[in-house]
T-cell receptor
Framework: RKEVEQDPGPFNVPEGATVAFNCTYS??????FFWYRQDCRKEPKLLMS???SGNEDGRFTAQLNRASQYISLLIRDSKLSDSATYLC?????????????FGAGTRLAVHP | NAGVTQTPKFRVLKTGQSMTLLCAQD?????MYWYRQDPGMGLRLIHY???????AKGEVPDGYNVSRLKKQNFLLGLESAAPSQTSVYFC?????????????FGPGTRLTVT
């Protein structure tokens, strides 16, 4: 079983749509959770951290369910510029060195 | 600030050849990492370093060596390249902080081994 699992997609949605991605993780001791964004042929970049109480950043909302060990990302009012691959990332103690485990990513394509 | 830079951006090697990938960061970060990214798989950690002069193995270290002689540089070496090492290689760095896990990535090196 992969440590971090994501639906690879692609999710094809029209502009303005709301789309949600889920991710599950296997290590119940994981403490920190993130969504990274990776554009085609580019490096990953941090989109947002995921906090226990859930958090929002503009059109993006992240939720964490520790009991079920899953993380979600909701994108409202999708823009063409949201087209990218979204990577679910968790830390993996006892790493002791900031070890992050990356999911394979979910691809989003927003069309006009 | 340039952030994290990598050289070269592209490289084609023949099986058995050697090469070194260079990563440099100007953010004074303690931690540096080398990952590889293959289709359908998440980034996998090859080696990492928690400070100048120290390195350690990650998830997939076989066939690679690293050195961190200066804090700002982290080198990844392939002594005898194999087709299985065809991949995109990313370097990353992060602060030495238990509550700051953001990793900053370089633009990547696309390596093909024929």
């Amino acid at each position: 079983r992969k440590e971090v699992e994501q639906d690879p997609g692609p999710f094809n949605v029209p502009e303005g749509a709301t789309v949600a991605f889920n991710c599950t993780y296997s290590n119940s001791a994981s403490q920190s959770f993130f969504w990274y964004r990776q554009d085609c042929r580019k490096e990953p970049k941090l989109l947002m951290s995921v906090y226990s109480s859930g958090n929002e950043d503009g059109r993006f909302t992240a939720q964490l369910n520790r009991a079920s060990q899953y993380i979600s990302l909701l994108i409202r009012d999708s823009k063409l510029s949201d087209s990218a691959t979204y990577l679910c990332v968790v830390n993996n103690p006892p790493g002791g060195y900031n070890k992050l485990i990356f999911g394979a990513g979910t691809r989003l394509a927003v069309h006009p | 600030n340039a952030g994290v830079t990598q050289t070269p951006k592209f490289r084609v090697l023949k099986t058995g050849q050697s090469m070194t990938l260079l990563c440099a960061q100007d953010m004074n970060h303690e931690y540096m990492y080398w990952y590889r990214q293959d289709p359908g798989m998440g980034l996998r950690l090859i080696h990492y370093s928690v400070g100048e002069g120290t390195t350690a193995k990650g998830e997939v270290p076989d066939g690679y060596n690293v050195s961190r002689l200066k804090k700002q540089n982290f080198l990844l070496g392939l002594e005898s390249a194999a087709p299985s090492q065809t991949s995109v290689y990313f370097c990353a760095s992060s602060l030495l902080a238990t509550n700051s896990y953001e990793q900053y990535f370089g633009p990547g090196t696309r390596l093909t081994v024929t």
